[in-house]
């Protein structure tokens, strides 16, 4: 009984989690994260490195999908990239001096808001308007763009890539699909950066056979996302972005909700 809830609960979590990738570039920690802390009473430590590794190669396989489309701006990927792992770190630093908050319910709220502004205001900018942009003014943007998001991410903890998708298609006029798979293009190395981290700081081993059921789960429904996501016209792509972060950030809470009530 034990084995099927694992399977029951890795398979829900890792549906979340790809779906929310594979879509909108969302961290895999903001659905695995609550779902193995709740249901199998995991270590919430241990459990973000879980979710931290199950983004890995479900972020790998969404960028090359979004890559092999012509929607991957890979140079000032980079460039936002450096930024966002330098200044996760500046943003954890600083975080360490101030008193402690819990910001995490905080990015769940915002993954559902995110969810809301796709479906009511979609993303119709075109890869011409992308393009009217100097490269230069795009490179300062991505280096700023990097700043706010890893200050934010080291600061709170929690948010990456629902702050990367906000950032690239309300401020840096991206188009949503380039947008999605930049953001999975930086994701694959910040997960991997983090989730090396995680375990080398963790006191305790993570549980083998629940985190590769997560990885192999979320990689393939990442990978049907990604796969829809790039056939998609821009208004169905709306829609469904909009829908799966929305429906993402209620249940998400939900599980917070008995989380707080059980503890």
């Not at 430590?45 to 960028?63: E, R």
């Not at 998400?252 to 707080?260: E, P």
């Amino acid at each position: 009984m034990e084995f099927f809830i694992t399977i029951l609960v890795t398979f829900f979590a890792g549906m979340g989690a790809g779906l929310g990738t594979g879509f909108a570039g969302l961290s895999a920690a903001a659905v695995i994260t609550p779902m193995l802390t709740t249901f199998l009473g995991i270590d919430p430590y241990v459990a973000v490195g879980i979710a931290l590794s199950s983004d890995v190669l479900a972020s790998a396989i969404s960028a090359y999908t979004y890559g092999r489309n012509k929607n991957l701006d890979i140079k000032n990927g980079l460039v936002m990239m450096v930024s966002v792992l330098v200044f996760t770190v500046v943003g954890s630093y600083v975080s360490s001096l101030l008193p402690a908050a819990t910001m995490g319910g905080f990015s769940v709220f915002m993954t559902f808001l995110l969810g809301i502004k796709f479906i009511v205001k979609p993303v119709m900018t075109t890869k011409s308007d992308m393009k009217a942009v100097s490269p230069k003014k795009r490179l300062i943007q991505s280096i700023v763009a990097g700043i706010v998001v890893g200050f934010i991410c080291g600061f709170v903890g929690a948010g990456g890539g629902m702050m990367m998708l906000l950032i690239l298609t309300s401020v840096l006029g991206y188009e949503l699909k380039t947008a999605v798979g930049t953001s999975v293009f930086i994701m694959t190395f910040t997960a991997l950066t983090g989730s090396i981290s995680h375990f080398a700081m963790a006191k305790e081993a993570p549980d083998i056979l629940v985190m590769m059921l997560c990885i192999v789960f979320t990689l393939i429904w990442a990978r049907i996302a990604a796969v829809f996501a790039n056939k998609a016209s821009p208004k169905t792509l709306n829609r469904a972005t909009g829908i799966v972060l929305v429906v993402l950030g209620v249940v998400v809470m939900g599980f917070n909700l008995v989380s707080w009530l059980m503890a």
